[in-house]
């Protein structure tokens, strides 16, 4: 097999060592296995998801090669640069297009087998698929990394890049004591149908800075008919249930909360949205009314997801006896300069 040379970096085809790009149709099984053993702790239920279509899709590897370079199908969801030595896969990264005009690309997977690390592999891989991003044409390169893992973190700091925001995971242990509440006169229920105030108020609080890893889109608010059938069947079979309650005085939503309570087991699971000049108002009304009525529920686990500036939700419901668990840090480096204003927010 014919290896594309990676420009500045050495590959020996004889010894099936160095740098080259991602081969779909020899490489999808082992990176699944690379990736699935650097990050064991960090993988949250879309990555488990993702992980377990890629060990599937391997099955498959001959013929997605084939496919692939005849009609270039994957190139933008899984195009990128693995590590070899000795023809055994010990690192990888994958670079892909953010968005339609290749303007803004995203830097993910960055793993590197544990007998490996330490050598400058994951450096290496970062400077070919910045690279890589900037003979495209992109403007910007971004990328996603656990607070905690102090080693990438400064890796990406090194290389230029800045923090743009962070989404903190936090998490109680079970739902506290809450006896008696008095609801927020605004406070009212709305349903899945209701997804475009929704939608606007999440828009608002996030605001562009927050989507540089993933814009916010309507379809992760528009319920389709098979997502409203199915959460009528699990709350018929006393699986559990999802209520929705907004702070609303006008046609618009201030803040929002959805409630996943469930009767079997498992967690059950808050979303809070706050327009940010309402920090500190709506947060804690939202908070206590979800509290409240999982008296009802099984005392199990409880999650939720805050962006870290959101201050004073997070210290109420530390408050409540919830605990940081980890912090997800989104970071950008500018790739070429450019004197469109919609860019250099």
Not at 141 to 156: C, G, M, P, W
Not at 183 to 192: E, G, I, R, V, Y
Request: with cysteine.
């Amino acid at each position: 097999m014919t290896v594309i040379p990676v420009p500045g970096y050495q590959y020996d085809q004889r010894l099936e060592t160095g740098i080259r790009p991602f081969d779909i149709g020899r490489d999808l099984r082992a990176v699944a296995e690379l990736i699935a053993t650097a990050f064991a702790t960090e993988l949250d239920d879309r990555g488990s998801a993702a992980l377990r279509e890629m060990r599937t899709m391997s099955y498959l590897g001959g013929f997605l090669g084939v496919l692939n370079r005849s009609t270039g199908e994957f190139n933008d969801i899984l195009n990128g640069f693995v590590w070899v030595e000795q023809g055994h896969v010990v690192g990888n990264i994958t670079v892909q297009r953010a968005d339609k005009y290749a303007t803004r690309w995203q830097i993910a997977n960055v793993a590197v087998a544990p007998g490996f690390r330490g050598r400058g592999i994951s450096r290496r891989l970062m400077e070919v698929a910045l690279d890589h991003a900037t003979r495209a044409g992109g403007l910007w390169a971004v990328l996603q990394v656990y607070e905690a893992n102090t080693i990438a973190y400064h890796l990406y700091e090194s290389l230029g890049f800045e923090v743009v925001g962070a989404t903190m995971d936090l998490r109680a242990p079970q739902a506290p004591l809450v006896r008696e509440i008095t609801p927020h006169p605004l406070l009212k229920p709305f349903s899945a149908s209701d997804w475009r105030p929704l939608y606007e108020l999440v828009n608002h609080q996030l605001g562009a800075h927050a989507q540089w890893w993933r814009s916010i889109r309507r379809d992760d608010f528009q319920a389709t008919l098979e997502d409203r059938m199915g959460e009528w069947f699990w709350r018929l079979a006393g699986r559990g249930v999802s209520y929705r309650r907004a702070i609303q005085d006008s046609p618009r939503f201030e803040a929002a909360l959805i409630l996943d309570a469930r009767r079997w087991r498992g967690e059950h699971a808050m979303q809070l949205w706050v327009r940010p000049e309402q920090y500190g108002i709506y947060d804690r009304p939202l908070i206590d009314w979800a509290l409240w009525r999982l008296q009802s529920f099984p005392r199990w686990p409880i999650r939720i997801s805050v962006p870290t500036e959101h201050r004073s939700a997070i210290d109420y419901l530390a408050r409540c006896g919830f605990t940081a668990q980890r912090t997800l840090v989104t970071m950008r480096r500018r790739l070429a300069e450019t004197t469109d204003a919609a860019d250099t927010d």
